[in-house]
T-cell receptor
Framework: GAVVSQHPSWVICKSGTSVKIECRSLDFQATTMFWYRQFPKQSLMLMAT?????????EQGVEKDKFLINHASLTLSTLTVTSAHPEDSSFYICSARRWTGENQPQHFGDGTRLSIL | GDSVTQMEGPVTLSEEACLTI???????????LFWYVQYPGEGLQLLLKATKADDKGSNKGFEATYRKETTSFHLEKGSVQVSDSAVYFCALSSGANSKLTFGKGITLSVRP
């Protein structure tokens, strides 16, 4: 089945540093990737939609300068949390959708647990 | 806008019990419907899906039928196992970009 790899799976950083999270589709081409944030015991909140070769589309209330998204190829999207602070601590999950056909399901990575001290 | 409503949890069952998790939705047009499962510390895995009315999605003993008349997509399993313990999310996608709208999720715990 479709595999999406997310790296790192867990990161702890000091406040003020920037953290980059990678999302790769390993066995298919993904023109669209999605970035979600999940708070403890809550549902996933869509942060942005990333289309290969173009600027990401951010959801209302998500700071684009804070959460930088780059979708440079059909198999890789990155999310950079810039100048991270403790309130950015969360579980971040990416997903990827195959380029062919409508209503294709999203395939999810295993998530990245980010802790900012 | 689109929305998904799941029954309140958590749900605790004994092994081999019957499971039903309710899910209803509100959407314009004709969405696709999904159930995703999240095991502890992991991302989401697609459990099953249905893309049009009266379709039944099934996988690993779980089933859900796309009911347009009741705008529902309830998840069922006849006999749960301890390994089914996880968080279950109902979701829909619609529109050209197929963004997913998730329900709040429900935690299922199955006792031996």
């Amino acid at each position: 089945g479709a595999v999406v790899s997310q790296h790192p799976s867990w990161v702890i950083c000091k406040s003020g540093t920037s953290v980059k999270i990678e999302c790769r589709s390993l066995d298919f081409q993904a023109t669209t990737m999605f970035w979600y944030r999940q708070f403890p015991k809550q549902s996933l909140m869509l942060m942005a939609t990333s289309n290969e070769g173009s600027k990401a589309t951010y959801e209302q209330g998500v700071e684009k300068d804070k959460f930088l998204i780059n979708h440079a190829s059909l198999t890789l999207s990155t999310l950079t949390v810039t100048s991270a602070h403790p309130e950015d601590s969360s579980f971040y999950i990416c997903s990827a959708r195959r380029w062919t056909g409508e209503n294709q399901p999203q395939h999810f990575g295993d998530g990245t647990r980010l802790s900012i001290l | 806008g689109d929305s998904v409503t799941q029954m309140e949890g958590p749900v605790t069952l004994s092994e081999e019990a019957c499971l039903t998790i309710n899910c209803t939705y509100t959407a314009t047009g004709y969405p696709s419907l999904f159930w995703y499962v999240q095991y502890p510390g992991e991302g989401l895995q697609l459990l099953l899906k249905a893309t049009k009315a009266d379709d039944k999605g099934s996988n690993k003993g779980f089933e859900a039928t796309y009911r347009k008349e009741t705008t529902s997509f309830h998840l069922e399993k006849g006999s749960v196992q301890v390994s089914d313990s996880a968080v279950y999310f109902c979701a829909l996608s619609s529109g050209a970009n197929s963004k997913l709208t998730f329900g709040k999720g429900i935690t299922l715990s199955v006792r031996p």
